[in-house]
């Protein structure tokens, strides 16, 4: 019996707890950016510290109402590979930008958006014009779609990873490779040209920024944050 109770035990694999790093992860490099119980490390956007609607709770960071503004790091990343746990309130919308500069009035203005979003459409969805386009969670916002059965139900904690390194943008949503495409190639040019960012100056130009995690007015929930610099 204890030698079928130790093949057991070796056969689970071993999780981490939300915000903590696993003992890979650590080997690898990675640091958490979410001590779990403080903002420390967060401010709003072009603000000294976040805005009252950003909360901890449970563990989490919280939007919990709109008017928070975009919540961003207080350091900026070139390269790395961004890791988090995320979870949309029914009818929700966020996002997760990267390379953001704050000289523009908007994170957007400069950054590009992984998108958050409750995928599956419905009646009466706040946001169907976003699941009509396959502007869904998980995909290179308005330039790359992506599918609703990638994501988790509403309610359920989905697991995010971008991977940015030079021009190369890998994003993931639970395991599931959403858009691997370099930002100077020509395809993706013409996705680009196609998109709302058609035109714009400052999109995609930074080599480095702040991560923001957005507020679009509905409640979302952020926890497990991580990365790695490449």
Same mark, same amino acid.
């Given at each position: 019996m204890k030698?079928?109770?130790?093949?057991?035990?070796?056969?689970?694999?071993a999780f981490?707890?939300?915000? /903590?790093?696993?003992?890979?992860?650590?080997?690898?490099?990675? +640091?958490?950016?979410?001590? %779990?119980?403080?903002?420390?490390? *967060? =401010?709003?956007?072009?603000e000294k510290e976040a805005k009252e609607q950003w909360k901890v709770q449970d563990g989490a960071i919280v939007l919990t109402a709109?008017?928070?503004?975009?919540?961003?790091?207080?350091? /900026?990343?070139?390269?790395?590979?961004?890791?988090?746990?995320? +979870?949309?309130?029914?009818? %929700?919308?966020?996002?997760?930008? *990267? =390379?953001?500069?704050?000289?523009?009035?908007?994170?957007?203005?400069?950054?590009?958006?992984?998108?958050?979003?409750d995928s599956f459409d419905k009646p009466g969805h706040k946001y169907a014009h976003?699941?009509?386009?396959?502007n869904v969670a998980g995909g290179?916002?308005?330039?790359?779609?992506?599918?609703?059965e990638w994501s988790k139900p509403v309610g359920e904690w989905n697991e995010a990873r971008l991977v940015i390194k030079g021009t190369k943008v890998t994003l993931y949503l639970n395991g599931n490779v959403t858009a691997d495409v370099d930002t100077e190639s020509d395809d993706f040019k013409a996705m680009l040209d196609k998109?709302?960012?058609?035109?714009?100056?400052?999109?995609?130009?930074?080599?480095k920024g702040h991560?923001?995690?957005?507020?679009?007015?509905d409640k979302v929930e952020f926890r497990s944050v991580r990365i790695k610099q490449l």
């Open positions: 030698s079928i109770l130790l093949l057991l035990a070796m056969a689970i694999p981490s707890a939300p915000n /903590e790093l696993s003992p890979e992860e650590k080997k690898d490099g990675f +640091k958490l950016l979410f001590d %779990g119980k403080t903002l420390k490390g *967060w =401010r709003t956007y072009k709109g008017g928070g503004g975009d919540l961003i790091t207080d350091d /900026e990343y070139a390269d790395f590979d961004f890791r988090c746990e995320w +979870k949309i309130a029914d009818q %929700g919308n966020s996002g997760i930008i *990267w =390379r953001s500069t704050e000289d523009h009035q908007y994170p957007w203005m400069s950054g590009p958006e992984y998108q958050i979003l976003e699941t009509k386009k396959a290179f916002y308005d330039i790359i779609p992506a599918k609703p998109s709302k960012f058609k035109g714009w100056e400052f999109f995609n130009k930074a080599k991560i923001v995690f957005q507020d679009h007015g």
